[in-house]
């Protein structure tokens, strides 16, 4: 069974640009669950999409969005990138617990 | 609100010796707590969870951890540490309503494991 994938792997984006990360979730898992990880900051929960609705949301701006398409595989967008966003961010999908795809490395300059 | 303390942000132990990663949860209703790893650039690994039921928990790569309701801890151990565990270990509470499996998670401790 494969497992959460994301891609990109690496992005680099120059301050102000968009950013747009995917997340494919494991066969049959229909939540969606985005992380950040920043240096110094931990992991910080985003979003949460469950059946093509964003279910939750973390403590950030509206400049972080996304969507979960039909298929549950979903995409987070970050507009107006600045500095302090450059992180790892994880997507997950859920069964009881939350499994984890390797993650995409933004980094903004 | 649910949220989990890891005691001591980085922890150093000679390999051969006994690991002990300390966890701290407070939570308002019964919890589910999970331990998770993370090598240098990759994403988060499930180590193991505790939901319902057995109190001691076992997991991959030789861990195990037990939920102690009375102190509130869910401590991560292995008996034996080798030179492949060293990373950066998470422990998270579920939180139980408004956020499906919504997890918190601490804020990690490094593990060191010296020759």
């Known amino acids: 069974e494969a497992g959460v994938t994301q891609s990109p792997t690496h992005l680099i984006k120059t301050r102000g640009q968009q950013a747009t990360l995917r997340c494919s979730p494991i066969?049959?898992?229909?939540?969606v669950y985005w992380y950040q990880q920043a240096l110094g900051l931990g992991l910080q929960f985003l979003l949460w999409y469950d059946e093509g609705e964003e279910r939750n949301r973390g403590n950030f701006p509206p400049r972080f969005s996304g969507r979960q398409f039909p298929n549950y595989s979903s995409e987070l967008n970050v507009n107006a990138l600045e500095l302090e966003d450059s992180a790892l961010y994880l997507c997950a999908s859920s069964f009881l617990g939350l499994e984890f795809g390797q993650g995409t490395r933004l980094t903004v300059v | 609100a649910q949220s989990v303390t890891q005691l001591g942000s980085h922890v150093s132990v000679s390999e051969g010796a006994l690991v002990l990663l300390r966890c701290n949860y407070s939570s308002s209703v019964p919890p589910y707590l999970f331990w998770y790893v993370q090598y240098p650039n990759q994403g988060l690994q499930l180590l193991l969870k505790?939901?319902?039921?057995?109190?001691l928990v076992k997991g991959i790569n030789g861990f195990e951890a037990e939920f102690k309701k009375s102190e509130t801890s869910f401590h991560l151990t292995k008996p034996s540490a080798h030179m492949s565990d060293a990373a950066e270990y998470f422990c998270a509470v579920r939180v139980p309503t408004g956020g499906g499996n919504k997890l918190t998670f601490g804020t990690g401790t490094q593990l060191k494991v010296e020759l």
């Open positions: 505790y939901t319902t039921g057995a109190t």
């Open positions: 066969s049959g898992h229909t939540s």
